[in-house]
T-cell receptor, first 112, second 112 residues
């Protein structure tokens, strides 16, 4: 079945450092891809999405490009802030049912 | 516009008790889902619905029932609570395929 694999954390960075969180997927069809963010004690928030190959999703300085050839959707940000500290989840949605399949999440800790 | 509303926020049950976790959305979304979040395992799909009167099982449906009599409501029933059902439960809704889900703030359930 479809699956999502993302790098294990925690990822620990200093403020203003460059961020990459790797995400790869396995899917039989052409899924939509998402990054969600979860702040402590809260639900998940949609951060960005891409619905077809070569699409780039972006929001709040975060970017990710849908790479069909490498089945990847890596999350990047050029300069992280302390307020970006959270858990980040990569996910795909399956075909007609739109079921979301999540990776296990990557915790990001940013220090001043 | 309240989004996705989950009640209660916290609940403690004794083994064998039953209860219903409530979920309501006011965005006229067709797709709704229930997930459980456990440490190190990301979010796993319990049940989902693609419209009123239509439900199906997800990855971990055992011990849970759902119904979708209206577009707005999607309650999750625990039939006979077990300690293995101790988790954080999230309800989510989506307008259409690939549009991304809006999550509720979660219900933290402890079964003793």
């Amino acid at each position: 079945g479809d699956s999502v694999t993302q790098m294990e954390g925690p990822v620990t960075l200093s403020e203003e450092a460059f961020l990459t969180i790797n995400c790869t997927y396995t899917a039989t069809g052409y899924p939509s891809l998402f990054w969600y963010v979860q702040y402590p004690g809260e639900g998940l928030q949609l951060l960005l999405k891409a619905t077809k190959a070569d699409d780039k999703g972006s929001n709040k300085g975060f970017e990710a490009t849908y790479r069909k050839e490498t089945t990847s959707f890596h999350l990047e940000k050029g300069s992280v802030q302390v307020s970006d500290s959270a858990v980040y989840f990569c996910a795909l949605s399956e075909g007609n049912t739109d079921k979301l399949i999540f990776g296990t999440g990557t915790r990001l800790q940013v220090f001043p | 516009n309240a989004g996705v509303t989950q009640t209660p926020k916290f609940q403690v049950l004794k083994t064998g008790q039953s209860m219903t976790l409530q979920c309501a959305q006011d965005m006229n979304h067709e797709y709704m889902s229930w997930y459980r979040q456990d440490p190190g395992m990301g979010l796993r799909l319990i049940h989902y619905s693609v419209g009123a009167g239509i439900t199906d099982q997800g990855e971990v449906p055992n011990g849970y029932n759902v119904s979708r009599s209206t577009t707005e409501d999607f309650p999750l029933r625990l039939l006979s609570a077990a300690p293995s059902q101790t988790s954080v439960y999230f309800c989510a809704s989506s307008l259409s395929r690939g549009s991304g889900y809006t999550f509720g703030s979660g219900t933290r359930l402890t079964v003793v």
